[in-house]
């Protein structure tokens, strides 16, 4: 199986009218499952099977033949989502490890589409068609959990406001599934100022060089990258060790706009292929990242991916 994910296009503002229908934008990870006769596959965005990090998710498959689901994968700490929580989890490729985490730290797929149910594709049915299969899956079976739905796009922004959710995502009802697309159907809107960068580089003290202690970022611009500023803030030792493994160092900028060295440091110019998560308080006026924090590694995007409007 590898079905790419419909993606929604980031707005300022909800759309309103007859015609869209609200969710939960959910602090997770985007994972597609797949059941064919009550064995289950989780692939993530990137086309990657991480079934063996979820095993508490087989339980979804019971009774069911054939299905292919969209959904999130969450993890939840004092009942709302906790993407840090979640981080635990997401690399994890050992079955002991993973059984161990799955006691101490369980997730939730919370399902929001069906693509196929028992050998018939969805993809070009409306969307009302899709969700009411998918309610119907769901509360013929336990263990299921899906994506609550809503018709007024203001009292869903306030109720994901009041829990401290991450926004909320309006759909057209009458929109089919759009594989691999960012479709104007799907609209979401973001509470916190998060966003995903690539990291071009790390820095570290002359005196400790091989201690990273803040990371370089930058987004894509026409096929080039462009630099987002700095983080150091939020990266544990052991996060940043995890890092420095998955970096590869190459001589030359990746960036269009490289900064220049800062007094008393080191800078290593990497790949750019991780993608981190990053919290902000603002752009500044010389288009980098203010009050930048860590927030996690996303090993579900691509670097390509990483626009500002993504």
Request: hydrophobic share 45%.
């Amino acid at each position: 199986m590898h079905v790419q994910a419909m993606l929604a296009t980031a707005a300022a503002a909800l759309p309103h009218g007859p015609g869209w229908s609200y969710e939960f934008k959910w602090d997770g990870v985007r994972a597609i499952i797949e059941i064919i006769r009550g064995e289950l596959r989780i692939q993530s965005r990137r086309g990657n099977d991480v079934s063996v990090a979820y095993p508490e998710l087989a339980v979804l498959a019971g009774d069911v033949d054939d299905a292919v689901v969209d959904g999130e994968i969450v993890a939840f700490a004092d009942g709302r989502p906790s993407f840090g929580l979640l981080q635990t989890r997401m690399h994890v490729r050992v079955k002991a490890d993973a059984a161990r985490l799955a006691a101490e730290a369980p997730v939730t797929f919370i399902a929001f589409d069906v693509l196929r149910l028992y050998g018939v594709g969805l993809i070009d049915r409306p969307l009302t068609e899709r969700r009411a299969t998918l309610e119907r899956l769901a509360a013929e079976r336990q263990g299921w959990t899906v994506s609550p739905n809503f018709d007024d796009g203001t009292a869903t922004a306030e109720a994901a406001r009041a829990h401290g959710l991450e926004g909320v995502i309006a759909k057209r009802l009458a929109s089919p599934y759009r594989p691999g697309v960012r479709s104007a159907d799907w609209i979401k809107v973001k509470f916190t100022q998060r966003a995903e960068f690539v990291v071009v580089g790390w820095e570290a003290d002359a005196a400790r060089p091989d201690v990273l202690s803040s990371l370089l970022l930058g987004y894509v611009v026409d096929d080039r990258f462009r630099f987002a500023g700095k983080v150091g803030s939020g990266l544990s030792q052991r996060i940043a060790g995890s890092l420095l493994r998955s970096l590869t160092v190459r001589r030359d900028s990746p960036l269009a706009d490289a900064p220049a060295p800062s007094p008393g440091r080191i800078l290593t110019w990497t790949q750019p292929r991780v993608v981190v998560e990053v919290s902000y308080s603002e752009w500044a006026r010389d288009g980098r990242l203010r009050h930048a924090v860590f927030v996690g590694i996303r090993t579900d995007k691509e670097a390509s991916e990483v626009t500002l409007d993504g």
